[in-house]
């Protein structure tokens, strides 16, 4: 009979520890970035609480979360989002508030500050190439991208208004800082979509994923990739014959939210709290160039001097680009979507 | 007949039935929660509002939007081009793997069946392997001299169509490659005593004994086809857009459930209609090869 109660008390013991560990379910993007945060963020912060987090991983985040939401299944606690994602959940109340007495408030400068999704980390869209097609000589600005007769070669763009539109203002000569106000008005939108019309005949790969764009410029399947800092950065030091420029990037910002009724609320904000220390967001860009969000992880020597000029953020890549804005996103994201997928479809 | 007559054996046939009816309930239960609570689900998705109103209105935007049409079209294309694809290869695939020796059958079978074994993501990214600018095919033409430029083999409709010819071969083969094994090895004897040459007893006798087979085997095309996503998705280059990606670009850049729903009902309604299609065109030549024998 002693099997019998060597199994009850096995049953009894795992039953009990659920409720010994604060379980946290965080859902991220997966791939290499989402390893990265988690070995450099939440992996660490998870020992630190003692909290037993487990890892889902979604391509399309704020589909997910609208799925769990709407459905009245919230399986997930800390949800990785980017910020014109967080901005349209949040607009669509799918997001508890952050809580800002857990949450240090100065972590985040102004400009950048949401009320339901902390960003924690930047990249740039940027201009990538293959050096074995243009060598010492690629094009150095968005319009050179978009002449062809100086730099043939075959184009790959992401097949997603976002970014694309802003590119294409800066590559018809508008300056950044008149990107949105430019395109708010009609004209300003339809400006950019032709823009975007005209390189088309050129572009022979519009890509869907952010792997899928590093697989292009690996394989040399496109010769001009407009892609996320991040990724053009592992493929060049994977050792890839490709190079890249800040110049007249589309900064973005990724950022954590906490689904409207998450099972964890309040140990979800606490985890978002411990992984997003300066230590460890200035951490993450030993595996991943998406630089800080927070100013002071870029203080007191967190991240090595040579990484920084590999980061969107850094001081020394400033001025050429454009921070994509989120509550323009919100409010005219859908009406660029549209345009945008009629153009591909003339 | 007499024997259902004696009323104790037709109260046991009728409780036998009733055993056998019931033995289906699971399998009923299954396909009512997976089938048709999803489906009814989504129409009612279809007729709400981001806020959860009753209305039209996603009907009306996703019907007026040529968006939806290019994207039907494209479906319809890549449907029909598989299947054209499908019997020209699988026909002549499924007469020889037919007329040869049951165990070489087997064993070339086992060839046909082994892609089917193996995922379709595996698959799809093989093919990228194969055809893209600097893969295997294309260095073998510029290498050889053949053609001075990579040719454009995928990210468009060609490199697409491809991927699904090659998923979808095997599942059409089966059908086809069964009812031409079911056929009378003696009426082939007789065509040939006859005098019928090869080609005449293929035209006569085989092909009109498996349409039956052709037309499974079709509809088991259409059926998968038209639902395609990830031969497209990667394959295609973001050029090849079908009602699939249509839908899953509406859920998750536009979040808007009310007109994926919409287009989800329209990919059901083309389903329906292609398969009645289907059950007119079959019923149509059956009557007609009863005709000519009668005749």
Not at chain 1, 88 to 101: G, N, T, V
Not at chain 1, 119 to 147: C, H, I, L, R
Not at chain 1, 331 to 342: C, H, I, P, V
Request: charged fraction near 15%; proline fraction near 5%; aromatic fraction near 8%.
């Amino acid at each position: 009979m002693s099997w019998l109660r060597i199994s009850l008390a096995a049953i009894a013991v795992t039953a009990a520890l659920p409720v010994c560990a604060q379980t946290v379910t965080i859902t991220t993007a997966g791939g290499d970035y989402g390893n990265a945060v988690k070995t450099a963020m939440w992996g660490p912060a998870a020992k630190e609480l003692g909290y037993d987090v487990r890892e889902e991983t979604q391509s399309d985040g704020l589909a997910a979360l609208k799925m769990q939401v709407t459905s009245g299944a919230v399986s997930t606690d800390i949800i990785h989002l980017g910020s014109p994602e967080g901005a349209q959940a949040a607009a669509q109340s799918l997001l508890e508030p952050l809580d800002y007495k857990i949450i240090d408030p100065k972590s985040v400068p102004d400009g950048a500050k949401s009320d339901y999704c902390y960003p924690f980390d930047s990249y740039g869209t940027v201009m990538s190439w293959s050096t074995k097609t243009y060598g010492q000589n690629p094009p150095k600005t968005w319009a050179e991208f978009w002449d062809v007769a100086k730099f043939p070669g075959r184009r790959a763009l992401r097949a997603n208004a976002q970014d694309l539109i802003e590119i294409a203002l800066l590559s018809d000569g508008v300056a950044p800082a008149d990107v949105y106000p430019t395109l708010s008005t009609p004209e300003g939108l339809a400006r950019a979509i032709k823009r975007l019309e005209a390189i088309k005949p050129n572009v022979s790969v519009w890509w869907t994923s952010g792997a899928q764009s590093a697989q292009l410029l690996k394989d040399g399947e496109a010769d001009l990739v407009v892609t996320w800092n991040g990724r053009a950065q592992t493929v060049k030091a994977d050792g890839g014959a490709v190079d890249y420029t800040f110049k007249g990037s589309v900064i973005g910002t990724d950022c954590l939210g906490v689904p409207k009724g998450a099972p964890n609320k309040e140990a979800a904000m606490k985890l978002i709290a411990a992984m997003t220390q300066p230590a460890r967001v200035a951490k993450l860009t030993d595996f991943i160039a998406y630089g800080p969000v927070n100013p002071a992880g870029y203080e007191g020597g967190l991240i090595p001097k040579d990484r920084l000029k590999t980061l969107a953020t850094a001081p020394e890549n400033a001025g050429t680009s454009v921070f994509s804005n989120a509550d323009w996103w919100v409010k005219n994201g859908e009406a660029a979507q549209k345009a945008f997928d009629e153009m591909m479809n003339r | 007949m007499t024997v259902l007559a004696d009323p104790a054996l037709a109260a046991d046939a009728r409780r036998e039935r009733r055993f056998f009816l019931s033995l289906s309930l699971p399998a009923l239960f299954i396909v009512g929660l997976a089938a048709i609570l999803p489906i009814l689900w989504i129409i009612r998705q279809s007729f709400l509002t981001t806020g959860g109103d009753y209305t039209v209105g996603n009907y009306e935007k996703v019907l007026s939007s040529g968006l939806t049409w290019a994207a039907l079209v494209t479906t319809v294309e890549l449907s029909f081009g598989t299947l054209a694809f499908c019997i020209l290869l699988g026909t002549p695939l499924a007469l020889a793997l037919a007329s040869v020796r049951p165990r070489v059958a087997n064993l070339l079978m086992a060839f046909v069946m082994l892609p089917l074994w193996t995922s379709i993501l595996v698959r799809t990214y093989g093919w990228l392997v194969l055809l893209r600018r600097e893969g295997l095919i294309n260095t073998a033409l510029t290498g050889s001299g053949l053609t001075a430029e990579p040719l454009p083999l995928v990210y468009n409709f060609t490199g697409t169509l491809i991927g699904m010819v090659h998923y979808m071969l095997p599942l059409f083969l089966l059908p086809v490659y069964a009812a031409m094994r079911d056929i009378d090895a003696n009426l082939v004897r007789a065509s040939a005593s006859m005098g019928a040459t090869l080609a005449q007893t293929i035209r006569t006798v085989i092909l009109p004994l498996s349409t039956g087979g052709i037309f499974s085997g079709s509809l088991i095309v259409f059926i998968y086809t038209i639902g395609f996503f990830i031969t497209p998705a990667v394959l295609g280059g973001g050029k090849v857009n079908p009602l699939s990606i249509r839908i899953e670009r509406t859920l998750s850049t536009f979040q808007d459930w009310g007109s994926a729903s919409v287009l989800g009902i329209l990919l059901l309604v083309l389903m329906a209609l292609i398969g009645m299609m289907f059950l007119v065109a079959r019923r149509l030549m059956a009557r007609n090869k009863f005709g000519t024998a009668h005749a």
